[in-house]
């Protein structure tokens, strides 16, 4: 499978971006699909994770009630819709294809190449 992100760019505070991930295939084996984020210096987190199974969702704190995940899989796309953006927000944010691990862990293990997202006050 391969992902390919867009979307991301530059905006202020308080601004809007929609990011978009295509994938080649529905993933039959999965147990999601996901956002995370990587800024300078810190590691790799996940920001929002949507499952394959029931279409669950789950977001990390810091973007609650500010950012949704959405899929379309007829159109295989995973969206990401981000309001009220923070200085904070800024990083490379990636698309994931999300498997358990061998802990039955859903985590990312197929990742695109990032797209990066700028936010300034």
């Known amino acids: 499978v391969q992902l390919m992100e867009s979307g991301g760019g530059s905006v202020q505070t308080g601004g809007s971006l929609k990011l978009s991930c295509s994938f080649s295939?529905?993933?039959?084996?999965?147990?999601?699909m996901g956002w995370y984020r990587q800024a300078p210096g810190k590691e790799r987190e996940l920001v929002s994770s949507?499952?394959?199974?029931?279409?669950?969702?789950v977001y990390a704190d810091s973007v609650k009630g500010r950012f949704t995940i959405s899929q379309d899989n007829a159109e295989k796309v995973l969206y990401l819709e981000m309001n009220n953006l923070k200085t904070e927000d800024t990083a490379v944010y990636y698309c994931?294809?999300?498997?358990?691990?061998?802990?039955?862990?859903?985590?990312?293990?197929?990742w695109g190449q990032g797209t990066q997202v700028t936010v300034s006050s």
């Open positions: 994931a294809a999300m498997f358990e691990n061998s802990a039955l862990i859903c985590e990312g293990q197929v």
């Open positions: 295939q529905y993933i039959f084996s999965g147990c999601g």
């Open positions: 949507i499952s394959s199974r029931d279409g669950s969702t």
